[in-house]
Nanobody
């Protein structure tokens, strides 16, 4: 099973950008579908981006056009480029791995989760 460690969170003003990274260890990263999720205080965890092992991506409408997910299988790293950030993007962001993209999109990840990285967007 892949182990995941997120980094790159921080504080930024509205309209700014951040790039999150998720370093994976283990042999299965390149074969795994990956996702970025977030959870704000008092709210349920939600998917913000997903990518298949082959590079197919998915975004919910809330972040479409602002966020971009990518992966570098040679570096065992997942990325999330976040632009035009809004205060409502404030949350702890997690990366997750699973066998199938559909499972990641449904949020039914039974594979690995990272420990999370805090993103705070001020107005």
């Amino acid at each position: 099973q892949v182990q995941l460690v997120e980094s790159g969170g921080g504080s930024v003003q509205a309209g700014g950008s951040l790039r999150l990274s998720c370093a994976a260890s283990g042999r299965t990263f390149s074969r795994s579908a990956m996702g970025w999720f977030r959870q704000a205080p008092g709210k349920e965890r939600e998917l913000v981006a997903a990518i298949s092992s082959g590079g197919t991506t998915y975004y919910p409408d809330s972040v479409k056009g602002r966020f971009a997910i990518s992966r570098d299988n040679a570096k065992n790293t997942l990325y999330l480029q976040m632009n035009s950030l809004k205060p409502e993007d404030t949350a702890v962001y997690y990366c997750a791995a699973d066998a199938l993209l559909a499972t990641v999109i449904r949020g039914a990840v039974s594979g690995s989760w990272g420990q999370g990285t805090q993103v705070t967007v001020s107005s």
